[in-house]
């Protein structure tokens, strides 16, 4: 039985296959290309929003660090150079940051050096006012701080930061209009390869009823990271208040409730009717917070002397900070409020001033009780003097120099009483005086006395 010859398949159909597969390396191909496209994109943009991020860092250490300046040129306390010692701790590295980042060509690296050296500028103006206030005190610091140096300084850096972000603007705007072109061209493959890929529909629906289930998944996941939120917030320490875009309260947990005294009727109202503040003492009110975080979205701190009004009027001084709530793509979706009572902490600042006062009274009357000290052993010694200047000029067997020697005698005893005195000053301030109680004679005292 002879075999037949096997049937090839039809020229239509073999055309066909040619096609589909050219169609499948081609669109492959663009896919490969916009996908490598989207993706050196995400990367630009990720690095145009880290030089804008740095940048504005850099800005608020800056200003973190004049305000660390001021309080301790005004009081002249160390503690108040804290924020100033922080920001040179975080300068190094925010610079590093900025200058690390891939750039945009020769002009940013040009901005990220004047950036650099009027940053250098600035620190070197403000450690040299706090040497002036420590060595010179406070009018020498005033001086250097009314010219107008650290205001150049802080102005470049300022206008420098504008232009990094302006420039990092552009290229996002750059980038973005690319991403709409590669939009377009892949949605256009996307076309063609629906109408030439009909055989692939199954497959769509298979792909689509997957992509289904993983949202289900991923918003299931959403949910749970969204109450894990929720539950540690609500554990904290600290009173924690959350709110929206619109500065409308959306969440508080149990510690922000009992310090503002809104136990209930909190959510949906506006940020100010729950977390109302002022200044302490003036009762100015205070600059809201979460508008700030609105407007410059950064992360701020709270005013020094700030205090919170509870809902029953009464006052608690508060401090801490608020932040921006982002998303991954930076839209500012809200702010979340940190704060703590500082009530314990102002009562412990106002105990260490009165014990340094009362340190400082008992200095004042140590030098006072010394001073009457040196006078009363100075009439005693006048005695002695004339005393001895008798017995060089008379015999010292005559009645004369007998009185010489008794006056000599009783100052020397006075003397010995003063410093036995003394002795009894320094065994008070240890804890072991004792007292002892004599009889004496009013006439010897009388005697001593006009003596």
Known sequence: MSRQPRQGLSLPVLLGFWLLAIFVLVNGFLAYYHTRHVYEGGQAVAESYERRAAAAWILVVMRDAETGQRGFVITGEERYLEPFLQAKRDLETRLTTLGSVKSLGPEEDKLVDQMRKAVDLKMKELEYTIALRREKGFDAAREV?????????????????????????????????????????????????????????????????????????????????AERFRVTLSSIGDAVVVTDENAVVRFMNPVAQGLTG???????????????????????????????VLKERVVVGLENHTELVRR??????????????????GELTGVV???????????????????????????????????????????????????????????????????????????????????????????????????????????????????
């Open 262 to 292: 809104w136990a209930e009727g909190w959510e949906g109202r506006p940020i100010g009717e729950v977390f109302h503040i002022q200044v302490e003492g003036s009762g100015a009110p205070g600059r809201d917070p979460v508008a700030r």
């Open 312 to 329: 029953d009027g009464t006052k608690v001084p508060i401090d801490d900070s608020a932040a921006p709530i982002l998303t991954e793509d």
């Open 337 to 451: 409020l940190v704060f703590r009572d500082i009530a314990q902490r102002r009562k412990a600042e106002l105990l260490v001033r009165s014990q340094k006062q009362a340190l400082e009274e008992g200095d004042r009357r140590k030098d006072e009780f010394l001073a009457v000290l040196a006078h009363e052993l100075r009439n005693p010694l006048g005695a002695l003097r004339n005393a001895a200047e008798v017995l060089r000029l008379v015999p010292s067997d005559s009645p004369e120099g007998g009185k010489a020697r008794a006056i000599i005698e009783r100052q020397l005893r006075l003397m010995g009483r003063m410093v036995d005195d003394l002795i009894d000053i320094s065994r008070i301030s240890s804890g072991r005086m004792v007292l002892r109680r004599v009889t004496s004679e009013i006439r010897d005292v009388v005697e001593s006395a006009t003596e």
């Open 145 to 225: 701080m009314l010219t107008d140096q650290g205001f150049k300084s802080m102005l470049e850096i300022r206008q420098t930061a504008a232009a990094i972000r302006e420039m990092e603007t552009r290229e996002l705007d750059r980038r973005n209009a690319e991403s709409r072109r590669s939009y377009y061209s892949t949605l256009a493959a996307r076309i063609l390869a629906t109408l030439l890929g009909v055989g692939l529909v199954y497959l769509a629906y298979r792909v689509s009823d997957r992509s289904v289930a993983d949202r289900a998944r991923h918003a299931e996941a959403r949910r749970e990271s």
